[in-house]
């Protein structure tokens, strides 16, 4: 261990004891001030490393991150509640990030670079398998995908699409494989018999819808709520798909297990009890959170196969 030297009570060439001298005032340039002598110098250059380690450094911001499904700005609205409630639970900063598109997003939940994630359910069960997440909650309501069109359009039933453009949101999107396996059960191949068009959003792609660059666009009903703009009230179902496995939340292992195990409580009390949570999951559509059974997870594996057939590049 080394041992600093001890300062003179005073140096030799006749300076006042060091404890009297302004020389560490940060307004007072040491290297210019006549009174120091060089074996005081030297003492300050030993020892004010051990004070600038022992300053306390900020505590690291830990990430919530988002599957980019809105736009930024609609997400960051939509998830600061969620964001204030883990910053208090935790203790620490949270900031909220997502991703310029679903392929971002999913090399950046490979690499563990958020520390919760709100994600689609293929994701969540791909993240809990082989990147290190464990499940938090879910919510209470399933998503339900559905094929809209203008309530102007003259569209009848889904055959009524063949040779059109339908929009989606990112070719990655749950609902999107959701629509792909549809459309080729009612013989309609995308790329072939019926163009699939990913726009980047819901709402870009109800953009579309409403410029007539589409005949129909996919979309969820909560997500329908969630982008705003009385969307509702402009568009009418076409067809409703089968009910998918919701959002999911998920923790990184990194947090601890003890942590995460208390993360899943509260955040279903804090969900369903308070009124900050109800507003939350009312505003996402989420009818309340619950907890994620093993079996909701093991339902996912054959979209995971499925995703994974895309042969997205992942680190």
């Not at 004010?48 to 499904?69: C, D, E, F, H, M």
């Not at 082989?130 to 569209?155: C, F, I």
């Not at 939340?249 to 297990?257: D, F, I, N, T």
């Amino acid at each position: 261990m080394l041992e600093l030297p001890s300062p003179p009570t005073r140096p030799a060439d006749g300076a006042p004891p060091l404890a009297d001298t302004p020389a560490l005032h940060v307004h007072t340039p040491i290297a210019h001030d006549p009174t120091l002598s060089r074996r005081a110098l030297c003492t300050l250059a030993l020892t004010l490393p051990w004070s600038v380690r022992a300053t306390p450094q900020p505590t690291p911001a830990l990430v919530l991150g988002v599957v980019p499904y809105l736009s930024a700005r609609r997400l960051v609205d939509l998830y600061e509640p969620l964001r204030w409630w883990l910053s208090t639970e935790l203790g620490a900063p949270v900031l909220i990030e997502s991703a310029p598109d679903y392929t971002v997003y999913l090399e950046r939940t490979a690499l563990g670079q958020y520390d919760i994630i709100a994600t689609s359910p293929y994701f969540g069960r791909l993240a809990q398998r082989e990147q290190g997440y464990l499940p938090l909650a879910r919510p209470t309501n399933d998503m339900e995908p559905m094929l809209v069109t203008h309530k102007s359009s003259s569209l009848l039933n889904v055959e009524g699409l063949r040779g059109q453009v339908v929009t989606t949101s990112d070719r990655l999107a749950n609902l999107t494989l959701a629509a792909h396996r549809y459309l080729v059960a009612n013989r309609l191949r995308p790329g072939t018999d019926i163009t699939l068009r990913p726009m980047g959003s819901h709402a870009n792609s109800l953009a579309a819808l409403e410029a007539g660059e589409s005949a129909a666009a996919v979309i969820t009903a909560t997500a329908l709520k969630q982008v705003g703009g009385q969307w509702e009230d402009r568009l009418r179902v076409l067809v409703r798909l089968d009910r998918l496995p919701p959002l999911l939340y998920l923790a990184h292992r990194r947090l601890g297990e003890p942590t995460i195990a208390r993360l899943q409580r509260r955040l279903i009390t804090f969900a369903n009890e308070q009124a900050a949570g109800r507003r939350f999951t009312e505003a996402l559509g989420h009818g309340g959170l619950q907890a994620i059974a093993e079996s909701d997870m093991k339902a996912l594996d054959p979209f995971v196969s499925e995703l994974k057939k895309m042969n997205i590049p992942l680190p």
